[in-house]
């Protein structure tokens, strides 16, 4: 009979040994009492009652990911392209996630099928391609309402993949070296045009430049000119003060005179007209210059 009892014993120590609990960090335990749910355990130790209580569900309540694969969808212009979505949720809620809904994630998953090929129903092909910040929160905003009530929260919804058909990809990859030649083209025009300015402003300044080194060059020379024709007046009127001062007579200045009149018919004159002073006294002149010919003995 001891060998019965220590074996009760036992059974009764690993019986209660199984029923504690220890709940860890990020984790909840949806616990029920004859079936019902009873309470949830949070982070701790609990004890759990025998046969009558039981630990209906784990929940992770880390963020999870959840990597769906592509779904056919036809857009606004009659395009069927691939898209696979990728949602970040979480579980706020264990009791509505355990008791809300059956398989939760599938249905998330055709929750996201179905909510993408109506958003993608009302777009055309470029847009969206170029809207995918668009589609991705109006995705989110629509399956956080609707998983509110199973206790899950979706913080974010992307658009992994967006796979059109091959002829569509081959028409854009063409459309778009076309468009980057196109801006070739127009970055060659503009940097010949920017050349040709540049050179015609050059030879502009140039010509400005060379324009303004004559002007300089005819005012230093006239300049020069007119510092020598003043410097003559001057070396005249210091002549003629000079001569007014030596007091000369009427036979200096008429001969002064016919120096001056000497000068002027250079040859280069075809006609003079000599005052008759001069005159009597170049008569006077050329008599003087016969006698001094005449020999002495006669």
């Known amino acids: 009979m001891s060998y019965v009892w220590i074996a009760l014993i036992v059974i009764v120590l690993f019986i209660l040994v199984r029923c504690i609990n220890i709940v860890p960090q990020a984790k909840a335990y949806v616990v029920t009492w004859l079936g019902a749910y009873k309470t949830t355990w949070g982070v701790g130790l609990h004890f759990k009652v025998p046969f009558l209580e039981r630990i209906e569900k784990r929940v992770s309540l880390k963020e999870q990911v959840a990597d769906f694969p592509p779904q056919p969808v036809i857009t606004k212009d009659n395009v069927t392209m691939q898209i696979d979505t990728v949602v970040y949720y979480q579980i706020t809620d264990p009791k509505l996630y355990t008791y809300g809904i059956e398989r939760p994630i599938l249905a ?52 992994k993949n967006i796979l059109p058909p091959k002829e569509i990809q081959q028409a ?63 070396a005249t009127a210091e002549g003629i003060r000079l001569l007014n001062e030596a007091g000369p007579t009427d036979a200096v200045i008429k001969l002064r005179s016919l120096e001056a009149f000497a000068a002027a018919a250079d040859g280069k004159s075809t006609k003079i007209i000599i005052p008759s002073e001069i005159q009597s006294l170049a008569g006077v002149a050329t008599g003087l210059m016969e006698t001094l010919k005449e020999p002495k003995g006669e």
Do not use: F, Y
Request: net charge negative; proline share 1%.
């Open 108 to 159: 998330i998953e055709n929750l996201s099928a179905t909510t993408l090929r109506n958003l993608i129903g009302d777009l055309e092909l470029d847009q969206c391609l170029t809207s995918r910040d668009l589609i991705n929160s109006k995705m989110r905003q629509i399956l956080d309402e609707a998983t509110d009530p199973w206790g899950i929260k979706v913080n974010r919804v992307e658009l």
């Open 172 to 234: 854009m990859e063409k459309q778009m070296k076309a468009e980057r030649e196109r801006r070739e083209a127009i970055l060659r025009a503009e940097g010949e045009k920017r050349s040709a300015i540049l050179e015609a402003e050059g030879e502009k300044e140039s010509a400005i430049l060379r324009a303004d080194a004559k002007k300089q060059q005819k005012i230093l020379e006239a300049e020069g000119e007119a510092e020598a024709i003043l410097a003559v007046q001057r």
